[in-house]
């Protein structure tokens, strides 16, 4: 290697990876520990409370600030990471193959919206991810997914209609399109994720569930495609199957207000958001956390639909390893 080389093939390799996925903070794989370099070594000692340190170059640069932990405090740590609405990739070592520094590659992508891990789901409620397509000025598209249920849903509302569903969606992360900016009273205070423009196509949409039926609803089509197409660049061919989207609409059942839905403490209090305190945690204690993330949705205004759908029970659900869909009438 030239002295005139700043960094050695470790720290290229985790260049070079960390520039594949731009905004995503990469956790990568040394021995035992996950480490990570340069300015997100100063936001991961800052938001873990980790020590930051330094470590050679490997080349002729000087030291880049360092920051890690034990492999065994991976889940705890990306629990932590995902709840302040970070995104963040695995970097896995490969096998020895007699090089001097083992070559290593990204093998899974986690954001605040796509978990489907039960160790890092939350108990309390859905984890759900939604995309949000503003078009004009009194219709907004809204698609959601519950990616550890399968569930998938999309319809269009006008502006205080599309505000109370994402009170009562409360989602994890809000997918933005670059050609459609959110109004910000909608996206006030969420983790919001830009994407890149709507395809006019709806080619992933189609690709992933031909038997959609969105024909009528074009913004609510786009929101949809936009899930799609986040998941299939996030998962590729490991994304876990969705249902086919179906259509969400106004008379579906009792809707509140978003400020309504917050007076009545519902599923959280007003001040702190805490489950502890709520109406459904002074009701309904079940002894399972699919149970638990099954009542929060069915808690939640809007949710108990009028016709029949079809709906997994929790208890079939855990039987294929997957977690409870948002329900659309009472408990098991």
């Not at 599309?162 to 670059?178: C, M, N, T």
């Not at 992933?204 to 009528?216: K, S």
């Not at 945690?281 to 759908?309: E, L």
């Amino acid at each position: 290697m030239s002295q005139a080389e700043p960094y050695g093939e470790l720290v290229r390799q985790y260049l070079a990876l960390r520039d594949s996925q731009p905004g995503v903070l990469l956790l990568f794989r040394i021995g035992s520990f996950y480490e990570v370099f340069f300015d997100d070594a100063e936001l991961l000692a800052r938001e873990l409370g980790l020590k930051l340190s330094e470590r050679p170059s490997g080349g002729g640069g000087p030291p880049v600030p360092q920051c890690g932990f034990g492999h065994h405090a991976l889940d705890d740590f990306l629990q932590r990471l995902l709840a302040r609405g970070y995104r963040v990739a695995i970097g896995e070592e490969g096998a020895d193959t007699g090089d001097p520094v083992r070559r290593r590659a990204i093998v899974r992508t986690l954001t605040p919206g796509t978990v489907t891990d039960p160790a890092l789901l939350r108990e309390d409620r859905p984890t759900y991810l939604v995309a949000l397509v503003a078009a004009a000025a009194d219709r907004v598209g809204l698609a959601w997914t519950d990616v550890a249920a399968g569930e998938f849903r999309a319809g269009e509302f006008g502006p205080e209609d599309a505000a109370a569903e994402l009170q009562r969606l409360d989602p994890a992360e809000v997918l933005v399109p670059a050609d459609h900016p959110a109004p910000a009273a909608l996206v006030a205070g969420r983790r919001v994720t830009g994407v890149p423009a709507t395809d006019a196509a709806r080619r992933a949409l189609r690709g992933g569930y031909p038997d959609a039926d969105l024909v009528d609803l074009p913004l609510a089509a786009g929101a949809a495609d936009l899930i799609a197409r986040y998941l299939a660049a996030l998962q590729g061919d490991a994304a876990p199957p969705l249902d086919v989207p179906t259509v969400a609409a106004g008379g579906d059942g009792l809707r509140l207000d978003a400020g309504t839905q917050r007076h009545l403490e519902l599923v959280e209090t007003e001040h702190g958001r805490a489950y502890a305190g709520s109406l459904r945690a002074a009701c309904w204690r079940p002894s399972t956390a699919p149970r638990r993330r099954w009542g929060a949705a069915c808690c939640a205004p809007g949710s108990c639909a009028r016709s029949p759908t079809r709906a997994r029970s929790p208890c079939a659900s855990a039987s294929s390893g997957r977690s409870s869909p948002t329900p659309r009438c009472g408990p098991p």
